[in-house]
């Protein structure tokens, strides 16, 4: 079976010669999503939640590999990714038929599977960093931030621990 670290090389091949808006490479942009996936696949290991924090950390690596590669779901599992692995690949690429963003992060949440969760979280939240060197309209921030709202609540009542609120 695959690990993380096949998933990272394999997405940093991909993605080599690709550039996000701002005109970084695109692979720092999976790296930050990686990192903070992971971070929240070990919570939800340390609450006794289900979940394989390897597979949630090479499912992050990938998650834009089926959209922005030529590269299939059937590639990475003919390429000895595990079915896992590549169900939440599947649950975070965009559909070839166009739906609302809505509806896709509905479909994450409705699927019950959270390191999908977790790593849509994750990516909406670096797509919304304000250190990230990109404009986002405030239409797009909106989006981020109901998105996330949702993707919190569902991943909470999933047994994820939630966030501290204040002192």
Do not use: C
């Not at 690709?18 to 903070?36: E, M, S, T």
């Not at 979940?51 to 499912?59: E, F, G, K, L, S």
């Not at 922005?68 to 779901?73: F, H, I, L, N, Y």
């Not at 990516?123 to 309209?137: L, M, Q, Y």
């Amino acid at each position: 079976m695959r690990t993380s670290v096949d998933a990272e090389l394999l997405a940093r091949t991909l993605h080599a010669d690709q550039f996000d808006k701002a005109g970084q490479p695109y692979v720092d942009h999976l790296r930050r999503v990686a990192d903070a996936a992971e971070q929240r696949a070990v919570m939800a290991s340390v609450a006794r939640l289900p979940i394989d924090v390897d597979a949630v950390v090479q499912a992050a690596w990938l998650h834009d590999v089926v959209e922005d590669t030529a590269t299939t779901a059937a590639d990475l599992l003919d390429a000895g990714y595990a079915p896992d692995v590549v169900t939440m690949v599947e649950l975070l690429t965009k559909p070839e038929t166009r739906v609302s963003y809505e509806e896709r992060v509905t479909k994450i949440i409705d699927s019950g599977n959270l390191g999908a969760i977790l790593i849509k979280l994750s990516d909406n939240e670096d797509n919304a960093s304000p250190r990230r060197p990109w404009p986002v309209g405030q239409g797009k921030l909106a989006l981020y931030a109901s998105s996330m709202e949702r993707l919190r609540a569902a991943a909470e009542a999933m047994g994820y621990p939630a966030r501290p609120t204040g002192p």
